[in-house]
């Protein structure tokens, strides 16, 4: 706290990086805060800096800090938020943070529509492919020799994937060379988000 | 969103292995899929290749045994691109088989553009000694082939994936395959002027062995490539040094008696009093400097001999203990340290198996390696098998992917950075 000025400082770590919906319920945790204080930030592993949108962060008027080992850096200032002091006065500000909140659990719902609709379609799949392995017949087609062409040609396409939307495969745990090649093409210096 | 979820999706790893094609998107979690390196091409007329009318000029992928007729149409009509890393520029067969193996690989795992799907942001890795035309011909492979299910492209040397893929940023990484092997350090990016390049791999641990079943009266299976390699995977062993370990064999043959049946089928290999000779196949892919294998050589063996493809000299007899004494100390002085004490092998060239009662004798292939560099005095040496030998170059391709920033654009003169193709 500096004079009237709170600071919230909302800290991701490298882990956080493969949890889904981590980041937007950070961001829901610091706009639901915003009353309490004037200068919300969340705090990123340097490596997370690329990955993160600065344009939403600006317009959400939340702030971006980088860290690593060695240094923290401010990277994106957070737009102040004045309080208001009567409850019939209503900033521009505090009406896009309701916007935006609105917006999020939005997103976060269809978020969670998709997810079940996914599983339906995999489990309707799977009981399709079943039903079709239990009763393969020989076609008495004319095109005798493309009907057993189809029948015995292996299947090219494979499944998407065996990982949940947003996680990473186990190689990424502890990986410095992601902290690295994120650096690519990046003057020294101060990062910039997105 | 705020997270760029799309290098979550739609990262994808291509490794073009000397014998092997591993590729998927980020999504297949720790294993991608695999398919043999190489396609056929149908003979037009043939009554087969009519009834799969709808067959394309080369089949790659699982179909490619559906296709194969007789053992002498093979060595004609099966290609493999890379049996020795490198393509020539001329080949215009290799480099259909390769463009065949992209779309393959990209139709196996398709997207939906409704999605928020705007092509795969694809990760290729080559062999370090492959020179710029390679480079070229790949990525032009992409612009004009695949646009529809391409975002990005770009290319990695296969010993910078494999040590992202295990997570060390200075190291020396040893890839041995089939045809050939490579040593190249890394520290922060690969080293390019301190490659060496090796011309022996599996391949050679195959002829020696087929040599020793042709010594021990098993001439008549000595030219069935495939039950070579299974004789090789099954004898073979990895002596600590050859002297002690013929001798120690010679002394208690039965411990070290070589035998292996063929599964399936009525054959047998047992070689008896030759038993010692399982140790001369580990010892001639590390060092085939010894003067027992100049018998083999007088008596019509190929010497691995120095070869220069493209613009790499791939050494034929320089022993792995000296080819990376000789890479390392090309390196900057104050980095040579570092360099010893993280040296990574990958490849199926090193996988070896040791029997409990025969250790001491009987060595990995780390420990070979170090064995190979105290003897020339270098001694505070680490090295290892990566985790994961076979999938470490893919598993580099997707970190690479992930990480690398996407405005990052392709640079022909670092070779790095991402060329976009799709909108």
Same mark, same amino acid.
């Given at each position: 706290?500096?004079?009237?000025?709170?600071?919230?400082?909302?800290?991701?770590?490298?882990?956080?990086?493969?949890?889904?919906?981590?980041?937007?319920?950070?961001?829901?945790?610091?706009?639901?805060?915003?009353?309490?204080?004037?200068?919300?930030?969340?705090?990123?592993?340097?490596?997370?800096?690329?990955?993160?949108?600065?344009?939403?962060?600006?317009?959400?008027?939340?702030?971006?800090?980088?860290?690593?080992?060695?240094?923290?850096?401010?990277?994106?200032?957070?737009?102040?938020?004045?309080?208001?002091?009567?409850?019939?006065?209503?900033?521009?500000?505090?009406?896009?943070?309701?916007?935006?909140?609105?917006?999020?659990?939005?997103?976060?719902?269809?978020?969670?529509?998709?997810?079940?609709?996914?599983?339906?379609?995999?489990?309707?799949?799977?009981?399709?492919?079943?039903?079709?392995?239990?009763?393969?017949?020989?076609?008495?087609?004319?095109?005798?020799?493309?009907?057993?062409?189809?029948?015995?040609?292996?299947?090219?396409?494979?499944?998407?994937?065996?990982?949940?939307?947003?996680?990473?495969?186990?190689?990424?745990?502890?990986?410095?060379?992601?902290?690295?090649?994120?650096?690519?093409?990046?003057?020294?210096?101060?990062?910039?988000?997105? | 969103?705020?997270?760029?979820?799309?290098?979550?999706?739609?990262?994808?790893?291509?490794?073009?292995?000397?014998?092997?094609?591993?590729?998927?998107?980020?999504?297949?979690?720790?294993?991608?899929?695999?398919?043999?390196?190489?396609?056929?091409?149908?003979?037009?007329?043939?009554?087969?290749?009519?009834?799969?009318?709808?067959?394309?000029?080369?089949?790659?992928?699982?179909?490619?045994?559906?296709?194969?007729?007789?053992?002498?149409?093979?060595?004609?009509?099966?290609?493999?691109?890379?049996?020795?890393?490198?393509?020539?520029?001329?080949?215009?067969?290799?480099?259909?088989?390769?463009?065949?193996?992209?779309?393959?690989?990209?139709?196996?795992?398709?997207?939906?553009?409704?999605?928020?799907?705007?092509?795969?942001?694809?990760?290729?890795?080559?062999?370090?000694?492959?020179?710029?035309?390679?480079?070229?011909?790949?990525?032009?492979?992409?612009?004009?082939?695949?646009?529809?299910?391409?975002?990005?492209?770009?290319?990695?040397?296969?010993?910078?994936?494999?040590?992202?893929?295990?997570?060390?940023?200075?190291?020396?990484?040893?890839?041995?395959?089939?045809?050939?092997?490579?040593?190249?350090?890394?520290?922060?990016?690969?080293?390019?002027?301190?490659?060496?390049?090796?011309?022996?791999?599996?391949?050679?641990?195959?002829?020696?062995?087929?040599?020793?079943?042709?010594?021990?009266?098993?001439?008549?299976?000595?030219?069935?490539? &495939?039950?070579? +390699?299974? %004789? *090789?995977? #099954?004898?073979?062993?990895?002596?600590?040094? !050859? =002297?002690?370990?013929?001798?120690?064999?010679?002394?208690?043959?039965?411990?070290?008696?070589?035998?292996?049946?063929?599964?399936?089928?009525?054959?047998?290999?047992?070689?008896?009093?030759?038993?010692?000779?399982?140790?001369?196949?580990?010892?001639?892919?590390?060092?085939?400097?010894?003067?027992?294998?100049?018998?083999?050589?007088?008596?019509?063996? &190929?010497?691995? +001999?120095? %070869? *220069?493809? #493209?613009?790499?000299?791939?050494?034929?007899? !320089? =022993?792995?203990?000296?080819?990376?004494?000789?890479?390392?100390?090309?390196?900057?002085?104050?980095?040579?340290?570092?360099?010893?004490?993280?040296?990574?092998?990958?490849?199926?060239?090193?996988?070896?198996?040791?029997?409990?009662?025969?250790?001491?004798?009987?060595?990995?292939?780390?420990?070979?390696?170090?064995?190979?560099?105290?003897?020339?005095?270098?001694?505070?040496?680490? %090295? *290892?098998?990566?985790?994961?030998?076979?999938?470490?170059?893919?598993?580099?391709?997707?970190?690479?992917?992930?990480?690398?920033?996407?405005?990052?654009?392709?640079?022909?003169?670092?070779?790095?950075?991402?060329?976009?193709?799709?909108?």
């Amino acid at each position: 706290m500096m004079g009237n000025e709170h600071t919230l400082v909302s800290v991701l770590t490298i882990s956080d990086i493969i949890q889904r919906n981590r980041i937007i319920d950070t961001l829901l945790h610091l706009s639901s805060l915003r009353a309490e204080g004037t200068q919300p930030y969340i705090a990123a592993p340097r490596l997370l800096g690329a990955t993160l949108d600065s344009q939403i962060l600006r317009s959400s008027g939340i702030g971006l800090l980088l860290y690593d080992d060695k240094r923290i850096e401010e990277t994106i200032k957070p737009e102040p938020i004045h309080r208001t002091t009567g409850t019939h006065q209503t900033s521009p500000s505090s009406s896009t943070d309701t916007t935006l909140i609105a917006e999020l659990a939005a997103l976060k719902l269809m978020c969670t529509e998709l997810e079940k609709n996914m599983s339906r379609m995999m489990t309707e799949i799977k009981s399709l492919q079943e039903s079709g392995t239990s009763s393969t017949t020989i076609s008495r087609d004319s095109d005798t020799g493309r009907a057993l062409g189809l029948l015995q040609r292996p299947d090219a396409t494979f499944q998407t994937g065996v990982l949940d939307a947003g996680a990473l495969p186990s190689f990424f745990t502890n990986n410095p060379w992601l902290d690295v090649l994120s650096k690519k093409g990046r003057a020294e210096g101060p990062l910039l988000a997105g | 969103m705020i997270t760029n979820n799309y290098r979550n999706h739609y990262t994808f790893g291509m490794d073009f292995g000397t014998s092997d094609f591993k590729f998927g998107p980020i999504t297949c979690g720790e294993n991608p899929h695999i398919v043999n390196n190489r396609g056929y091409f149908p003979d037009r007329k043939s009554l087969v290749y009519r009834a799969f009318e709808s067959a394309a000029d080369v089949i790659v992928g699982d179909e490619v045994p559906l296709y194969l007729q007789s053992n002498e149409d093979l060595t004609s009509r099966l290609v493999y691109p890379m049996k020795n890393g490198l393509i020539d520029k001329g080949d215009e067969s290799a480099w259909k088989v390769v463009g065949a193996l992209c779309q393959f690989g990209l139709d196996a795992f398709p997207a939906t553009a409704n999605n928020g799907f705007h092509g795969y942001n694809i990760v290729a890795s080559l062999s370090a000694v492959s020179p710029r035309y390679m480079y070229e011909r790949l990525l032009e492979l992409f612009k004009h082939t695949h646009s529809g299910n391409v975002r990005a492209v770009t290319v990695i040397p296969q010993p910078f994936a494999v040590a992202i893929g295990h997570g060390v940023t200075t190291c020396v990484v040893i890839e041995s395959g089939h045809g050939n092997s490579q040593i190249c350090p890394i520290s922060k990016y690969p080293i390019g002027s301190a490659q060496v390049a090796l011309n022996r791999g599996g391949g050679d641990a195959n002829a020696i062995t087929a040599e020793i079943l042709k010594d021990s009266g098993y001439g008549d299976l000595a030219g069935e490539e &495939s039950l070579v +390699r299974r %004789v *090789k995977e #099954g004898i073979g062993l990895i002596p600590d040094d !050859l =002297d002690s370990a013929i001798t120690e064999a010679k002394r208690a043959p039965r411990k070290f008696r070589a035998k292996h049946k063929v599964p399936g089928t009525r054959v047998e290999i047992d070689l008896e009093q030759d038993s010692w000779t399982r140790f001369l196949i580990g010892e001639y892919v590390f060092n085939p400097n010894h003067e027992i294998f100049e018998s083999y050589f007088s008596r019509g063996m &190929s010497r691995p +001999r120095d %070869v *220069k493809m #493209g613009e790499t000299t791939f050494r034929g007899m !320089l =022993d792995f203990g000296d080819a990376i004494i000789t890479s390392v100390e090309k390196c900057p002085v104050e980095l040579q340290p570092m360099l010893y004490r993280e040296i990574l092998l990958s490849g199926g060239n090193f996988s070896w198996k040791v029997s409990e009662s025969m250790e001491g004798v009987a060595v990995d292939a780390p420990t070979k390696i170090k064995s190979l560099l105290r003897k020339k005095g270098i001694k505070n040496v680490s %090295v *290892k098998m990566t985790t994961s030998p076979q999938f470490s170059v893919w598993h580099g391709c997707i970190i690479y992917g992930f990480a690398v920033p996407e405005d990052y654009e392709w640079d022909w003169q670092r070779l790095e950075g991402w060329m976009r193709i799709g909108s």
